[in-house]
């Protein structure tokens, strides 16, 4: 059974970086696509990060590519996303997700996800940028 548990949202300045902690059930960062999603208020879920477990293979949409970053521990118990020079519009509810498949070559390819098909989900962690 997978289960997905975020940390690590609050509020911060414009231009500070939080690093949000995903933490998972045994094996799920090393047999999954693993991901964060966000959703702001009166906007849909986009994509933010994706990470491949066998080639460790990162993707980022585009407004975050360059200012964030996802990874998992040594032990793959945990999935971070590093954000840095954060903006105001980077405020929204964040998502760790986990999927077999995770996006399509072509949503990667676009740079835009929105994870409707991904089966696990945690309950999510708050970012504030102002």
């Known amino acids: 059974h997978v289960q997905l548990v975020e940390s690590g949202g609050e509020s911060v300045q414009t231009g500070g970086s939080l690093r949000l902690s995903c933490a998972a059930s045994?094996?799920?960062?090393?047999?999954?696509?693993m991901g964060w999603f966000r959703q702001a208020p009166g906007k849909g879920r986009e994509g933010v990060a994706a990470l491949f477990p066998f080639n460790n293979q990162t993707y980022y949409t585009d407004s975050v590519k360059g200012r964030f970053s996802i990874s998992g521990d040594s032990a793959r118990t945990t999935l971070y996303l590093q954000m840095n020079s954060l903006k105001p519009e980077d405020t929204a509810m964040y998502y760790c997700a986990a999927d077999n498949e995770g996006p399509a070559p072509a949503a990667l390819v676009r740079g835009s996800w929105s994870g409707d098909t991904w089966t696990h989900w945690g309950q999510g962690t708050q970012v504030t940028v102002s």
């Open positions: 045994p094996n799920t960062i090393s047999n999954y696509v």
